[in-house]
């Protein structure tokens, strides 16, 4: 889906990306920009990325930004060359600083000064965007660490980065890792960023039933601990929409809406809110109106955006199913009424479930509805009575056949053994002495 021209004037970058800073601002804002280039709204998201990265470390990436501006909007956001080389240089010295602190701590060898030095030196590469140098940083800690909580320190370091960089084996390794340490831990602050990690990477592999179960597991006290990769409004957004288009009614009821942690994500997100609570009430035309209001915005999340068609898809569907299932014969136009579709996109959907075996029906274009194909229940239960009477009859002939073979002595004894032994041992073992004769 394309967002209009006038949609654009109306979304408002800076409060749609409010709750997301550093990394994960930066990303949404640059993904607006390649998404509407030459539009006004690249020029806003362009001017809020540079805004933010004049106060941060990332001179190459602020570099680049201010060269796409390219003087459009006004002298504040000119290339300055000599300040962003001056920037460098110190950045430089910095990272300069930072080898020399880690040369020593690894002279003193104590396991806590590297582990520090390596975690420093690789902070520093993460704030100035050598995303890939500050992982490997961030991997070098882990012969150093000395306790659990220094294990997982390292694992959500080396997460962030490779949610960065795409590199989503990366992520549900170190997700594995980090989850093993706390398993036996009450740090409801580490768990939720692990699962949100792990709603990312479920997402990226369109996992939504996955993705949906480990977002609900995301807990509200986790503010702003997390929003450097993803914000709280993504997370119910996210949350949400993979839950629409996987979850039954039961566990839509029971993870998302009943419970408290995710209800409370879910309040930050009005629309998405009620988009959820119209479905579960079975009032599909509403929820698709408050889906299609939000949709604009979702547009804009880097994550979400490669998904939504196969989300809505998915919503629409399962809405279809939901609503055709209680009856033998619906009429067409009300079922398109109720769900805010015209005929012609109606039909195809509903011709998708069927060919899919999701619905058992058939379309009658003549009379305009939809007859439910049901087996015949009493038809099924006599047709299981008359085969288990069959099995029965078999059964109990070969019972019998046995019984008369074994009553007239036509049985061959074990070979190799005397007159005496067989017959005693017929006696004594007769169901595994005995076999019938095939002839």
């Known amino acids: 889906m394309e967002i209009d021209a006038q949609a654009d004037a109306s979304l408002d970058l800076e409060s749609l990306f409010s709750g997301a800073t550093g990394a994960a601002r930066l990303e949404h804002l640059l993904f607006v920009a390649d998404k509407f280039k030459g539009q006004e709204l690249e020029l806003e998201a362009l001017r809020l990325a540079a805004d933010q990265l004049a106060a941060a470390s990332n001179v190459k990436l ?79 800690m882990r012969e150093f660490c000395t306790q659990p909580d220094h294990v997982l320190t390292m694992c959500i370091s ?99 809406i009943d419970s408290p ?75 398109g009424a109720a769900l805010g579709l015209i005929p012609a996109d109606l039909e195809a959907e509903l011709e998708a479930l069927i060919v899919g075996g999701r619905l058992s029906a058939r379309i009658d274009g003549a009379a305009g509805v939809l007859r439910a194909h049901r087996p015949d229940a009493r038809a099924g239960a006599l047709g299981a009575v008359l085969a288990a009477g069959e099995e029965f009859v078999a059964a109990s002939r070969l019972l019998a056949l046995r019984a008369s073979v074994l009553q007239h002595g036509l049985v061959q004894r074990s070979l190799g053994a005397g007159p005496g032994a067989g017959r005693g041992d017929a006696q004594r073992h007769p169901r595994q002495r005995d076999r019938v004769l095939s002839s």
């Not at 000064?113 to 050598?130: I, T």
């Not at 080396?158 to 960089?165: E, Q, S």
């Not at 990477?201 to 977002?215: D, I, P």
């Open 62 to 140: 602020h570099r680049e930004v201010l060269e796409r501006i390219g003087g459009r909007l006004g002298p504040a956001y000119v290339l300055d060359r000599p300040q962003l080389e001056a920037k460098e240089r110190a950045l430089a010295a910095q990272s300069s600083v930072l080898d020399a602190d880690l040369a020593a701590a690894r002279a003193t060898q104590s396991k806590d000064a590297v582990r520090a030095a390596h975690r420093a030196l690789a902070d520093c590469w993460a704030s100035q965007g050598a995303v890939n140098e500050a992982m490997k940083g961030y991997m070098r």
């Open 158 to 256: 080396i997460i962030k980065c490779a949610v960065a960089m795409r590199q989503w084996v990366h992520v549900a390794a170190y997700r594995k890792r980090g989850e093993s340490v706390v398993a036996s831990s009450t740090d409801t602050m580490a768990k939720s960023q692990l699962a949100a990690a792990g709603g990312l990477y479920s997402l990226s592999q369109a996992k939504f039933e996955e993705a949906a179960r480990s977002y609900v597991e995301v807990s509200p006290d986790l503010g702003s601990e997390f929003s450097d990769v993803i914000s709280a409004q993504d997370i119910a957004t996210h949350g949400a929409m993979c839950a629409l288009a996987s979850l039954d009614r039961p566990a839509l009821q029971s993870l998302v």
């Open 261 to 335: 942690g995710f209800r409370e994500h879910l309040e930050s997100v009005p629309e998405i809110r009620d988009a959820v609570n119209s479905f579960h009430a079975s009032r599909f035309a509403d929820c698709l109106r408050h889906l299609e209001a939000a949709r604009p915005g979702m547009e804009l999340s880097p994550h979400l955006a490669p998904h939504l068609p196969a989300l809505f898809n998915e919503i629409r569907r399962r809405g279809l199913e939901l609503h055709a299932r209680p009856y033998a014969t619906l009429a067409l136009s009300g079922m």
